[in-house]
C-alpha cells in the first residue's frame, strides 16, 4: 500500500459507499453497525478519531494506508456521535443492537406466559430502547431530563399495557398468537418511545441544511418524517426475529429431545433470534438514507418563505440528520 501523501484524497466527511442506494447505505451501516467494534477500547476509539481528525488536517502520520484511514473512520463512526462528536456510551450505540437485541428479545419471548415476567422483560426492554434512542438523538435538539424521564415511562407503560392486555385476551387462543404479543408490545413501545424522547424536535424543529450543509432554519415536518422513518426502521428490525422465532421455536418444540431441554429454550431463542439481527440491523438501518431530505414546497411556509426570500429558486430541497 502506498502512503497517505501518494493515495487520492478522501472525503471521511462522506460515507465510503454510495448514500443514495440500498445497496451502498447497508454496505455502510453492516460496517457501522459490526458488533465486533464493541470489543474496542477506549484508547483505541480515541487514537481512531484522533487519526481521522489529523487527516481532515492534512496531518496524518507518514506511511498511513488508505485501508488504516478507513479502518479508522469505522471505529470513528460506530462510538461517536455524528453530531456532536462525543464518545457514545457502549450500550447505546448502534454496534450493540445485535448483542444488546438478541439477548433482551430471547428472554422476553422465552418468558411472556406470566405478568411478572412480562412486565420485567418489558422495563428491561424500554429501558434499553430509551438508551439508545437517546444516544442517538439529533444532538443539536437539547431534551430536558424530565421529557427523558416523561418518554422512558411512558414507552414502558405502554409496552407494559400492551403486553399484559393482550395476554388476556388471548389467554384461550392457540400458543402461537400468544408467542407473537412480545413483538406488538415492542411496535407499542416504540411508537410511544421514539417520539417523546425526541419531542424536542417535534415542538421546536430540527435544523435542516442546503447541499453544502448551510443551515437553513429548522423545520418540524422535517423532524416528523425523520422521526417516523426511525421508527419504521426499528419495528422492521425486529419484526423479523419476533415473527419467525416463535414459529421455529413451536416446531422445534413437538420433537422429544427438545423437551428433554426446556432449561435451554432461552438461550436457543437467543441465539436464534441474533441471527436474524446481524441481518436486519444494517437492513433496518438502510431503509432510509441517514441524511434525509425533504422538498422545500413541503416545509412550513414561514421557513419556505424564509429560504425563497434569501436565495430564490436556487434550492428545491433540503437536507437534516434523521437520527438512529
Known amino acids: 500500500m502506498t502512503a497517505s501523501s501518494e493515495i487520492p484524497r478522501i472525503d471521511l466527511d462522506q460515507p465510503r459507499w454510495d ?7 447497508l454496505k455502510h451501516f453492516a460496517n457501522l453497525t459490526d458488533m465486533r467494534t464493541v470489543l474496542s477500547s477506549d ?18 502520520p507518514p506511511g498511513t494506508t488508505e485501508e488504516q484511514l478507513w479502518y479508522a473512520k469505522k471505529l470513528y463512526d460506530s462510538a461517536f456521535h455524528p453530531d456532536s462528536g462525543e464518545l457514545q456510551n457502549m450500550i447505546g450505540r448502534m454496534s450493540f443492537q445485535v448483542p444488546g437485541g438478541m439477548l433482551i428479545t430471547g428472554f422476553m419471548m422465552q418468558f411472556y406466559r406470566t405478568i411478572p415476567a412480562v412486565v ?20 443539536a435538539s437539547a431534551i430536558t431530563t424530565k421529557q427523558i424521564g ?7 407503560t405502554a409496552a407494559v399495557a400492551v403486553s399484559v392486555g393482550l395476554n388476556s385476551l388471548t389467554s384461550k ?32 424543529g430540527i435544523v435542516v441544511t442546503d447541499g453544502n450543509g448551510n443551515e437553513l432554519g429548522k423545520s ?13 426502521s426499528r419495528v422492521s428490525m425486529a419484526a423479523p426475529g419476533m415473527l419467525f422465532c416463535p414459529i421455529i421455536m413451536q416446531r422445534l418444540e413437538r420433537y422429544t429431545w ?6 435451554l429454550h432461552g438461550p436457543i431463542q437467543v441465539m436464534l433470534v441474533g441471527c436474524f439481527l446481524v441481518f436486519m440491523v444494517p437492513t433496518a438501518c438502510a431503509l432510509f438514507p441517514q441524511r434525509a431530505s425533504l422538498s422545500v414546497e413541503k416545509l412550513e411556509p414561514d421557513l419556505r418563505a424564509s429560504i425563497q426570500e434569501r436565495y430564490g429558486d436556487k434550492i428545491k430541497t433540503v437536507y437534516f440528520n434523521k437520527g438512529l
Not at 19 to 25: I, N, V
Not at 43 to 60: C, H, M, P, Q, S
Not at 120 to 131: D, E, G, P, V
Not at 258 to 263: A, G, K, L, N
Request: positive net charge; charged residues 15%.
Open 150 to 156: 416523561t418518554a422512558y415511562v411512558s414507552a414502558t
Open 258 to 263: 427438545m423437551q428433554r431441554i426446556q432449561f
Open 173 to 204: 387462543a392457540p400458543q402461537l398468537m400468544r408467542r407473537w404479543v412480545p413483538f406488538a408490545a415492542v411496535a407499542a413501545g416504540n411508537f410511544a418511545n421514539i417520539p417523546l424522547m425526541r419531542q424536542r424536535e417535534l415542538m421546536n
Open 43 to 60: 484508547a483505541k476509539l480515541n487514537e481512531a478519531k484522533d487519526l481521522v481528525t489529523k487527516y481532515r488536517l492534512g496531518a496524518a
Open 19 to 25: 448514500q443514495s442506494t440500498f445497496l451502498g447505505r
Open 120 to 139: 420485567f422483560w418489558q422495563w428491561i426492554n424500554q429501558s434499553f430502547n430509551a438508551l439508545v434512542n437517546y444516544t442517538n438523538r439529533n444532538a
Open 220 to 232: 418540524k415536518k422535517a423532524a416528523t418524517k425523520g422521526i417516523f422513518q426511525v421508527f419504521v
